[in-house]
């Protein structure tokens, strides 16, 4: 089994940063694929942001420019850095990360409210 921690969730104004990370622990023998996930009120959840074990990363094009991902290996965390707030960013956040090539584990969310 394998748990996901996330943490860095808050309330901000707009225009600000804020920096969340999720870390796994558990049976890992390889970390592949991370993931960002958002879920705002009334929508569906939708992928932000990705990063493969290669390095590979993609963004939806809302965040381009705005929000970076990053992941620590040795550490099995991923960050997601987000700068230049506005309230449509307002939403619950979920890292997903896909382990030992078959198995995908989510975190708890964490919410990320941003005021005008």
Known sequence: QVQLV???GGLVQAGGSLRLSCAASGNIRSLN???WH???PGK???LVASITSGGTIE???SVKGRFTISRDNAKNTV???MNSLQPEDTAVYYCC???NYNYEY???GTQVTVSS
């Open 33 to 35: 694929t991370m993931r």
């Open 44 to 46: 569906q959840r939708e």
């Open 6 to 8: 996330e943490s860095g």
């Open 106 to 108: 989510w975190g708890q």
């Open 38 to 40: 958002r879920q705002a």
């Open 79 to 81: 960050y997601l850095q």
């Open 97 to 99: 990360f896909r382990v």
């Open 59 to 61: 963004y939806v094009d």
